[in-house]
């Protein structure tokens, strides 16, 4: 057996650079905006704060840049209760960034430079082979280089650590790693990028669903933004509606849901009250702006989720 449920998060570290405009900008227009803030961010990050903030026991495998960012980010990591050691510094290299732009409706537009999100190579996810193997699960997204991400999938699948995937951003994946996963966690433009079905009712939702579990995934959330999850087991799905609350920025709400559902599943809680706490995690998360910044600790949570009776 293993001991108290280990969580191993692998992605990437960003610093975000936020400015909140009315309006996106057309080709060729310029805009002033306001509020600009740098926060950090970076799907695997955020997936790792809300792990270790909602109560995991969680590592995280990452690398940032040898710059002042980088320094930053990983002190800031270790406060949010994540082991650091397995964040590599990568030399000359700068730490990953994000531009995000964030209209009046809370809607963002976002592009990235990898930085050292790059460098995060299959021989670094070797070196973490027995951290893989001895946690119970490993929790990944596609801001890192597909074939460390592949690696890590197999030596995870080999030692009976449970894969989930966040297949963000959207890109085709192959079957070889898709045959590897036990949980997957779509929206509803990445599952159709992986499946073909173009996503506007729980029908669709479904019929997704069930084209991953033909490719092997055991478990299939499709994230439907306002309207909740549908979320299906071997087959078997349903649609887990979320909470309303009056949204500021949606940034990290779905990387803010990914962490605080695998917490809830290593906790031993079965699926749907698993979703209802990564929802009600995620709920919080879009009233704060930014990525981390916004993103509860346990305390608040479970406060919440009282609070809906």
């Not at 809370?106 to 790059?118: K, P, R, T, Y």
């Not at 994946?173 to 997957?184: A, N, Q, T, Y």
């Amino acid at each position: 057996m293993k001991s108290t449920k280990k969580l191993v998060v692998l992605g990437s570290i960003n610093a975000d650079h936020i400015l909140n405009l009315e309006d996106f900008p057309r080709p060729g227009e310029t805009v002033t905006g306001s509020q600009y803030q740098v926060a950090f961010g970076g799907k695997g990050a955020n997936q790792a704060v809300a792990a270790g903030r909602s109560g995991a026991n969680i590592a995280f495998i990452a690398c940032t840049g040898d710059d002042d960012t980088g320094e930053r980010v990983r002190r800031q990591l270790a406060s949010d209760n994540i082991d650091i050691a397995p964040v590599s510094e990568i030399a000359g290299e700068s730490t990953g960034v994000a531009l995000i732009f964030v209209n009046g409706e809370g809607e963002n537009v976002i592009g990235i430079h990898a930085g050292a999100n790059a460098a995060l190579s299959t021989a670094l996810v070797n070196d973490q082979a027995a951290r893989i193997a001895d946690a119970d699960a490993l929790l990944m997204q596609l801001e890192s280089p597909l074939e460390s991400v592949l690696a890590a999938a197999k030596i995870a699948h080999d030692n009976n650590t449970r894969v989930a995937l966040n297949p963000a951003p959207a890109r085709e994946l192959p079957d070889e790693l898709l045959s590897l996963v036990d949980i997957i966690t779509p929206n509803e433009t990445e599952a159709e990028k992986l499946t073909g079905i173009h996503i506007e009712s729980d029908e669709d939702a479904a019929k997704a669903a069930q084209a991953l579990h033909d490719k092997g995934i055991a478990t299939v959330i499709v994230t439907l933004g306002s309207r909740g999850v549908w979320a299906s087991e071997q087959g078997k799905g349903q649609r887990v509606p979320g909470f309303k609350v009056q949204a500021v920025d949606t940034i990290a709400a779905g990387d803010t849901f990914n962490g605080a559902l695998m917490t809830a599943l290593l906790e031993g809680n079965p699926l749907a009250q698993a979703i209802r706490f990564a929802h009600a995690a995620a709920a919080i998360a879009v009233t704060r702006k930014g990525a981390q910044p916004s993103v509860p600790w346990r305390n608040e949570i479970d406060d919440f989720l009282a609070q809906q009776g």
